[in-house]
């Protein structure tokens, strides 16, 4: 596997222990917690598509990335020490994810500096990855996560994105950094293409 921010994933779990306990106190599902990250990322998004020329929203963005991304991995958690795995949360967590990179993406093309169709065909990009992930299980191999560019790399690139427009970065570097996001997700996709048809299939679950 290429280096990618994933591989941190569990040290940041521990972070978010002590969380993890209140919230199975309180009773919250691990469903629960996926649709809260959902709202909250087409929340922002829909502030982001509005107000395109605030550099508050765009400063605040990477607290966003990250609230999003402890959320995520949360629910997994919670799932696993309250044995509320499911076939309707696994199908939520890949559905979520989707949704929720595309709208806290998607409102780049309309920040200035930024070239739409670039933006665009980075997250048409991004989208192709994550499927290329989950494809993996269709040829009996293991969800893929392969960087360098997964979820967590993305989250990490379009903050970095997001201060550059709150600072008022001109627009080579903007395009310069979503060009070479651009050329991390093609690596990453073959990445994950490679890794998915060398691997052996996964056994069957009894």
Do not use: H
Not at 46 to 62: E, H, I, K, M, T
Not at 94 to 107: F, H, I, M, N, R
Not at 148 to 158: I, N, Q, V
Request: include cysteine; charged fraction near 10%; charge should be positive.
């Amino acid at each position: 596997m290429s280096f990618s921010i994933y591989q941190l994933k569990s040290r940041f779990q521990q972070l978010l222990r002590p969380v993890l306990a209140q919230l199975a106190r309180w009773g919250i599902s691990p469903n629960q917690v996926t649709l809260l990250a959902m709202a909250l990322s087409l929340l922002y998004g829909v502030a982001l598509a509005l107000w395109p020329g605030d550099w508050r929203l765009w400063a605040g963005l990477p607290l966003c990335m990250l609230l999003r991304m402890a959320l995520n991995a949360i629910d997994g958690m919670l799932a696993n020490f309250t044995g509320q795995k499911s076939r309707l949360g696994a199908v939520l967590n890949e559905l979520g994810d989707q949704v929720s990179d595309a709208a806290l993406t998607l409102p780049f093309a309309l920040a200035a500096g930024v070239y739409a169709p670039l933006l665009v065909l980075v997250v048409l990009a991004a989208l192709l990855v994550e499927f290329a992930g989950v494809l993996a299980l269709l040829v009996g191999a293991p969800r893929r996560f392969d960087g360098p560019m997964g979820k967590s790399d993305r989250a990490f690139a379009f903050s970095l994105l997001a201060l550059l427009l709150a600072v008022g970065a001109g627009s080579l570097w903007l395009n310069g950094l979503l060009s070479l996001v651009l050329l991390l997700l093609g690596w990453t996709l073959l990445n994950r293409l490679r890794a998915a048809l060398r691997l052996p299939a996964a056994p069957p679950t009894p």
